[in-house]
C-alpha cells in the first residue's frame, strides 16, 4: 500500500501567517488522485483539495493545494482562528486508499 | 441535499460481530461510490472499504481484509458494512461518505457512528 507522510506533525502560526504542509508518498501517485481533508473536533471531515489543486466547493482560496510525483502540499496563505484544525492528505489512485498521519495546525 | 445517516455502531465484545448501515439520501445512489472511513480516537483517519457506482468493490484496507464485508442496496439507497472477528483495534468512529455523481472523491461525509470492541 501506498505510505503517505505528513510534515510537520504541528504546526504554531499567528493569523495571517502561510501555512505550508507536506506530504510525501512512497510512490509516485497521479494528481488527479491526491486530496486533502481538514478534521475539526466533533465534526465530520472536510474535503478540501482534491485532484492535487482543485478547490472544493465552498473552499475558500486561501486554500491552495500543489505537487507531483511523491510530493505534495497544502498552503493556507492567510491563516484565520478558524483553521485550527488537523489536515490529512490522501490518496485515491489504487486500492488500498489511505491518508497521511495528519497534521495538526493550532493557531496562536 | 445529500444526506447520509450511520447507525449500527455500539459496543461488542472481541471476536464479536457488527453490521453499520448507512442510510443515503438527497442524490441518485445508484451513480454514485460509497465508502467507509474510520477515525479511531486519539488517532487519523483510514479508508476501510469502498463500493463503485457499477457495484464493484473498490476494496478494502490491509488491516480489514477478511473480515469486513461491504454491501449496498440501491433498491434502499443503503450501504452496509459487515464487521466480523472485531478486535480491539477496530474501535472508531465509523463514517460513510460519497463523491459526486461517478466520482471517486470523499466529498460527502455522514456524522459517523461509534463502534467499541471491548
Known amino acids: 500500500e501506498v505510505v503517505l507522510t505528513q510534515s510537520p506533525g504541528t504546526l504554531s502560526l499567528s493569523p495571517g501567517e502561510r501555512a505550508t504542509l507536506s506530504c510525501r508518498a512512497s510512490e509516485t501517485l497521479s494528481t488527479h488522485f491526491v486530496a486533502w481533508h481538514q478534521l475539526k473536533p466533533g465534526q465530520a471531515p472536510r474535503l478540501l483539495i482534491y485532484g492535487t489543486s482543485r478547490r472544493a466547493t465552498g473552499i475558500p482560496d486561501r486554500f491552495s493545494g500543489s505537487g507531483s510525483g511523491t510530493d505534495f502540499t497544502l498552503t493556507i496563505s492567510r491563516l484565520e482562528p478558524e483553521d485550527c484544525a488537523v489536515y490529512y492528505c490522501q490518496h485515491y489512485s489504487s486500492s488500498p486508499w489511505t491518508f497521511g498521519q495528519g497534521t495538526k495546525v493550532e493557531i496562536k | 441535499e445529500v444526506q447520509l445517516v450511520e447507525s449500527g455502531g455500539g459496543l461488542v465484545h472481541p471476536g464479536g460481530s457488527l453490521r453499520l448501515s448507512c442510510a443515503a439520501s438527497?442524490?441518485?445512489?445508484?451513480?454514485?461510490?460509497m465508502h467507509w472511513v474510520r477515525q479511531v480516537p486519539g488517532r487519523g483517519l483510514e479508508w476501510v472499504s469502498g463500493?463503485?457506482?457499477?457495484?464493484?468493490?473498490?476494496g478494502y484496507a490491509d488491516s480489514v481484509k477478511g473480515r469486513f464485508t461491504i454491501s449496498r442496496d440501491n433498491a434502499k439507497n443503503s450501504l452496509y458494512l459487515q464487521m466480523n472477528s472485531l478486535r480491539p483495534e477496530d474501535t472508531a468512529l465509523y463514517y460513510c461518505?460519497?463523491?459526486?455523481?461517478?466520482?471517486?472523491?470523499?466529498?460527502?461525509w455522514g456524522p459517523g457512528t461509534l463502534v467499541t470492541v471491548s
Open positions: 461518505a460519497t463523491g459526486d455523481e461517478f466520482e471517486l472523491e470523499l466529498r460527502f
Open positions: 463500493f463503485s457506482w457499477n457495484s464493484g468493490t473498490i
Open positions: 438527497g442524490f441518485n445512489f445508484v451513480r454514485h461510490a
